[in-house]
């Protein structure tokens, strides 16, 4: 079974801090995904990566970056937390276009 | 740019009835994912439609694809309490990039 772990299921954060969630995969996929998930808004996605060292924006990039620097892991970096950050991430991992495997998810609140 | 819309977004039903979930996209995209997410959980994929016309069933939940028309639905059929939870759709709009994009999410209660 494809496993997709991240770092915590629950965070609390105070604006201005820089925030780190980790994720990471087991099935050694090329693609690695972090999404956000608002009521009534879906799922959006904020950055993506197609292979080690590579990243690109998704819908919402604005406020976040990543990081890949290896295969099984993909980092997502809040560098001044903000309280519109305050969400549901979801992070996914997937090959090629079948279907992505999605992480528990870690709700964040920033205050 | 593609847009994403569900309905119903709320759907309270008895058990026992049948219902459908509609999927409708913007632009043109041969795949199309259905999720299933449960209250404070992620999400666990339930289909991949992978052309026009196909048709998938598990259980109680059948989906079916119209690239044409950009239509999917999700069927119901003789609902029961465990199927409550929030399905989303999703569509990957360009061969290749993977970007899908998601409904908005229907939220189904099934009441006993």
């Known amino acids: 079974d494809v496993k997709v772990t991240q770092s915590s299921r629950y965070l609390v954060k105070r604006t201005g801090e820089k925030v780190f969630l980790e994720c990471v995969q087991d099935?050694?996929?090329?693609?690695m995904f972090w999404y956000r998930q608002d009521p009534g808004l879906g799922l959006r996605l904020i950055y993506f990566?197609?292979?080690?060292?590579?990243?690109e924006k998704g819908d919402i990039p604005e406020g976040y970056s990543v990081s890949r620097e290896k295969k099984e892991r993909f980092s997502l970096i809040l560098e001044s937390a903000s309280t519109n950050q305050t969400s549901m991430y979801l992070c996914?991992?997937?090959?090629?276009?079948?279907?992505?495997?999605f992480g528990p998810g870690t709700r964040l609140t920033v205050t | 740019e593609l847009k994403v819309e569900q309905n119903p977004l709320f759907l309270s039903m008895q058990e026992g009835k049948n219902y459908t979930i509609y999927c409708n996209y913007s632009?043109?995209?041969?795949?199309l994912y259905w999720y299933r997410q449960d209250p404070g959980k992620s999400l666990e994929s339930l289909f991949v439609?992978?052309?026009?016309?196909a048709v998938k069933q598990e259980g109680r939940l059948m989906a079916s694809l119209d690239t044409k028309a950009r239509l999917s639905t999700l069927h119901i059929t003789a609902a029961v309490h465990d199927l409550s939870a929030t399905y989303f759709c999703?569509?990957?709009?360009?061969?290749?990039?993977?970007?899908?994009?998601f409904g908005q999410g229907t939220r189904l209660t099934i009441n006993p």
């Open positions: 990566s197609y292979d080690v060292k590579m990243k």
């Open positions: 099935m050694d996929h090329e693609n």
């Open positions: 996914a991992s997937s090959s090629s276009r079948e279907r992505k495997y």
């Open positions: 632009t043109t995209s041969d795949r």
């Open positions: 439609l992978l052309s026009n016309g």
């Open positions: 999703a569509v990957d709009p360009i061969q290749g990039a993977q970007k899908l994009v």
